[in-house]
């Protein structure tokens, strides 16, 4: 059996360089194409994940790696950034400087995997700002997924994702572009919770197409009434509940 190797401690320097390195032309204009502007090497997310169990992680390496405004530094940075010592004012901060959806996905996948998740979920979703309400949708889609998760842990009760269901309904259609797109992307994950999938259900059946500009990008919407349908089918015809797949853990990059 081949032995696992070490984990390497890295300064922001070294890990800046391996980044840069993994970098590729086509991989820049694809992310160019999802509205990453600024600094940016192009790094596969293949090569993150092998990167994530390559470095050591640590909250100063997460805040350096941030500092730098490098686009493939800050996505690493929510990768390796203590979720123990973060605070709803750190997460804040990082998601008033995402200056596009690709990272704002990130800060939104950190945020969720805290035990700060539902807080800044409720807070981020009230706010007029499209980019951070749209974060905020995003967390909440997440958490809906894991229904074992308590409310200590950062997790969401039936009853809240219940009373999301009328706005989602209400709303979704007029709200902003990124906002649209993530409600719905929210009210899948409630169909996909078995204890709320009823409800969500008829809601999505009632909601219909929801038109998203995904910009100059191949991205489709998902219709959410037949993609609940699909999950929930797929993982019945395997005897388990959609939220045994890698939705339900609590992990950031599953």
């Known amino acids: 059996m081949k032995a696992k190797s070490a984990k390497q401690t890295l300064t922001c320097k070294q890990v800046m360089k391996r ?12 992310f160019r194409n999802h509205g990453v502007t600024g600094d940016l ?4 997310y293949a090569n993150f994940k092998k990167l994530d169990k390559e470095i050591v992680g640590s909250q100063e390496l997460a805040e350096e790696l941030w500092a730098t405004g490098n686009h493939d530094a800050r996505v690493l ?3 390796k950034a203590d979720e123990k010592r973060a605070t709803i004012k750190s997460i804040d901060a990082w998601a008033r400087e995402a200056d596009n959806h690709v990272i704002g996905f990130e800060v939104a996948v950190f945020a969720a995997y805290t035990d700060l998740g539902a807080r800044i979920s409720r807070k981020w979703r009230a706010l007029a700002n ?3 309400c749209a974060l905020g949708w995003r ?10 998760r308590s409310v200590e842990e950062g997790g969401v009760l039936d009853q809240e994702l219940l009373d999301c269901l009328p706005i989602l309904e209400q709303t979704i259609h007029g709200a902003k572009n990124r906002v649209k797109q993530n409600m719905n992307l929210a009210l899948i994950s409630i169909g996909c919770r078995a204890s709320t999938s009823k409800q969500a259900l008829a809601v999505a059946k009632r909601v219909g197409v929801v038109e998203v500009d995904q910009g100059n990008t ?11 349908q ?4 797929h993982y019945k015809a395997k005897g ?5 797949g890698a939705g339900g853990q609590r992990r950031r990059h599953c």
């Open 77 to 79: 940075a929510c990768w």
């Open 240 to 244: 388990k509940l959609p939220t045994d």
């Open 230 to 233: 699909h999950t929930l089918a």
């Open 130 to 132: 499209e980019d951070r």
């Open 218 to 228: 191949s991205c489709k919407t998902l219709v959410a009434h037949e993609r609940i």
């Open 139 to 148: 967390v909440l889609a997440s958490l809906a997924m894991q229904p074992d």
């Open 41 to 44: 090497f192009g790094v596969s």
């Open 19 to 30: 980044l840069k390195d993994l970098g590729t032309a086509q991989n820049v204009k694809t």
